[in-house]
């Protein structure tokens, strides 16, 4: 299983990104997803989350309406919509698959993890 996620970088504070996450080698479907990330020197935390049929959703109370998880089964990918972003949201993105049908927010729910992409908001 490999998930690859993509589409960090650089970016003013109250700019965009769009992060999609392609998942290999799992029936995509199956499969609730979720981005995580790390800022430096903090732990890893919960960002968004998204059931196996893009229905249900749960999000960090840090996001604020600003971000928006989705996900395309036939591409068997995740997206996570970045608007607004500022300075604290810098860090290493991270998305993860759990093969339970619930949608959990704790990191040690989750089966497979990808590598990360840098997501940088200078203020």
């Known amino acids: 299983v490999q998930l690859q996620a993509s589409g960090g970088g650089l970016v003013q504070a109250g700019g965009s990104l769009r992060l999609a996450c392609a998942a290999f080698g799992l029936t995509f479907s199956n499969y609730a997803m979720g981005w995580f990330r790390r800022h430096p020197r903090k732990a890893r935390e919960f960002v968004a989350a998204i059931s196996l049929s893009g229905d249900g959703t749960r999000y960090a109370d840090f996001v604020e309406g600003r971000f928006t998880i989705s996900r395309d089964n036939a591409k068997s990918t995740v997206y996570l919509q970045m608007n607004s972003l500022k300075a604290e949201d810098t860090g290493v993105y991270y998305c993860?698959?759990?093969?339970?049908?619930?949608?959990?927010?704790?990191?040690?729910?989750?089966?497979?993890w990808g590598r990360g992409t840098q997501v940088t908001v200078s203020s």
């Open positions: 993860a698959a759990d093969s339970s049908s619930w949608v959990f927010t704790t990191m040690n729910a989750y089966d497979y």
